[in-house]
């Protein structure tokens, strides 16, 4: 597609689950981002690819948050153990080049994880 | 560590107004600051990027400008319009840490027909 495509769209997990939430950036884009926006609040940075290195996790709250970009395109975050604090929306956003700092980021709809 | 703050946090305009949305910083050591748009249940919608080194930018009835120096931003819609209704972010881009994206807490906008 032509655009950063996230899934699923909606997660309800009962606390204590792993979860698992994908995200296909736009073809080619070298720079992956992901992001945790809290109800009410701005997105906050989680984590960074470039290609496949995770050149920058300094955001993501606990050892129970993983992410992976094995082959440099898609991605996948992964929460351990779920806590009701984790229940937010999780957005991915690419971009085109990692060396450009002046190429916009392009989100996608995001995943709104709902842990009861 | 760098703060970002938008105000108002929510606007409630009749449609036709012109209206500014303010957003500050703390840091002014930026790559850019950009403004997205944010509709219900959706993501984000890059609006204008403005770099450091420039001043403004525009796309239609959208203009944004840039003061670093002051660590200030504002964003003007001319002609307001009820499909303008959504929520507006303000991010800057920092110089450390690849270029990853820290926001405010968006000005929530709602256009009256």
């Given at each position: 597609g032509a655009g950063v495509s996230q899934s699923p769209r909606y997660k309800v997990a009962k606390r204590g689950q792993d979860v698992a939430l994908r995200c296909d950036p736009i073809s080619g884009h070298v720079s992956l981002f992901w992001y945790q926006q809290a109800l009410g609040q701005g997105p906050e940075f989680l984590t960074y690819f470039q290609n496949e290195a995770?050149?920058?996790?300094?955001?993501?709250?606990?050892?129970r948050f993983f992410a992976e970009r094995p082959e440099g395109s898609v991605s996948t975050l992964k929460i351990q153990r779920t806590q009701q604090e984790d229940s937010a929306v999780y957005l991915c956003a690419s971009s085109?080049?990692?060396?450009?700092?002046?190429q916009p980021q392009h989100f996608g709809d995001g995943t709104r994880l709902s842990i009861l | 560590k760098q703060e970002v703050t938008q105000i108002p946090a929510a606007l409630s305009v009749p449609e036709g107004e012109n209206l500014v949305l303010n957003c500050s910083f703390?840091?002014?050591?930026?790559?850019n600051l950009q403004w997205f748009r944010q509709d219900p249940g959706k993501g984000l919608t890059s609006l204008l990027l403005i770099q450091s080194s420039q001043r403004e930018q525009t796309s239609g009835r959208l203009n944004a400008s840039l003061d670093k120096s002051s660590g200030r931003s504002t964003l003007y819609i001319a002609a307001?319009?009820?499909?303008?209704s959504a929520t507006y972010l303000c991010a800057v881009s920092l110089v450390?840490?690849?270029?990853k994206l820290v926001f405010g807490t968006g000005t929530r906008l709602l256009v009256s027909p």
């Open positions: 995770q050149l920058d996790k300094s955001g993501l709250p606990s050892d085109s080049d990692a060396r450009n700092s002046n | 703390t840091d002014s050591a930026i790559y307001s319009q009820p499909g303008d450390t840490g690849f270029q």
